[in-house]
């Protein structure tokens, strides 16, 4: 247990300083909120009736944040599109948000040239390149995300984005009460999570260990299904380890069937329970089941319950939970958390056929 708590451990696997950018989550969101407070809204952009979230990666990730808390109260449709065509029609009563960290992601700007060609209302979010260069010469609203690291790590930063036009345009409501509940949250969470702090103190890199050499497979639902994605992809980027992520109350019409199929399975696979503290009475009597059926798998697993506040502080301080346990094991698989080589081995396999 005491290898996490090594200095040295950090010094030559995180030499860029990850764990201190993933630190600076609550100053992120406030400074994306008190930028969405200023977005010029074009005069006539009014009766939208649909919303659709065009991303990849980080930035759809946030999309499915907004679709989660939006889901919580009575608005419009939030649809999240990862793809190179939308799959529904837009036009003037659609507004399409499009994210790129890069500006430059070819799936994404597919999508723009679509919701632009179909004349749905167009908002931007983008670090640069040839989307933001674009947008400013339509004249379309543009966001730019003006944050250091790698784009996983701006998810919080286009989540506040997001919630701040939607809130400007009247499709969500998020409250100065909220932001403040949530940064207060977050701040709490990340200091007992730090890497100063012991592991016998320190509940993410307790759940690395628990997690080391294991297939991990992240079940969640209601406000925490995005969540249980945004878990699967920090497994993946930054410990380079296999994970996947299942939504509750689907999974119980077909995996569970599995879970005492292959014996021996309990040795490899380890399984994280993403619990909401609220939600309807349906999906909150569906956790038990879940974990029992595990339990008849021999299938470990740990069970994580939000904390109780407004659902934006519960959804933040369960993905910071996510991203620091990511970071612990990469350090005991032996990585630096930062790159992606594979990632970028794809890209450029892409660009040069």
Request: hydrophobic share 45%.
């Amino acid at each position: 247990m005491r290898i996490l708590d090594s200095p040295g451990l950090y010094a030559s696997l995180d030499p860029t300083g990850l764990l201190e950018r993933m630190q600076e989550l609550p100053r992120h969101c406030e400074v994306a909120w008190s930028q969405a407070k200023a977005l010029y809204i074009p005069e006539g952009w009014t009766q939208i009736d649909k919303v659709v979230i065009c991303g990849m990666g980080g930035s759809a990730i946030a999309g499915d944040l907004v679709a989660d808390l939006a889901s919580s109260q009575e608005t419009v449709p939030v649809l999240v599109v990862r793809d190179f065509r939308l799959p529904c029609h837009v036009d003037q009563r659609s507004l399409a948000i499009v994210c790129s960290y890069s500006g430059n992601t070819e799936e994404t700007l597919s999508l723009y040239r679509q919701a632009v060609r179909d004349n749905a209302r167009v908002l931007v979010v983008a670090g640069g390149g040839w989307l933001a260069e674009d947008a400013t010469a339509r004249g379309i609203p543009l966001l730019r995300l003006d944050i250091p690291g790698e784009p996983r790590g701006a998810v919080g930063y286009i989540l506040m984005l997001l919630l701040g036009a939607l809130h400007r345009l009247g499709l969500m409501k998020t409250t100065e009460q909220d932001l403040q509940a949530m940064v207060d949250a977050v701040r709490q969470q990340a200091s007992r999570l730090e890497g100063k702090v012991l592991t016998r103190d320190n509940p993410a890199k307790q759940l690395a260990l628990a997690l080391e050499a294991k297939i991990i497979a992240v079940y969640g639902g209601g406000v925490f299904s995005g969540v249980a994605r945004r878990w699967k992809t920090q497994f993946n980027e930054n410990a380079k380890a296999w994970a996947f992520f299942e939504v509750i109350p689907e999974m119980l019409h077909n995996s569970v069937e599995a879970f005492r199929a292959v014996p021996g399975m309990g040795d490899k696979v380890a399984a994280l329970l993403l619990q909401p503290s609220g939600g309807p009475e349906g999906l909150q009597k569906r956790f038990p089941v879940v974990l029992e059926m595990l339990g008849q798998g021999n299938i470990s697993c740990q069970v994580l319950r939000g904390i109780d506040g407004p659902p934006l502080a519960e959804v933040m301080a369960m993905l910071s939970l996510g991203d620091h346990v990511s970071y612990y094991l990469a350090l005991l698989n032996g990585v630096n958390p930062s790159p992606t080589p594979a990632i970028d081995s794809g890209k450029a396999r892409l660009a040069n056929p």
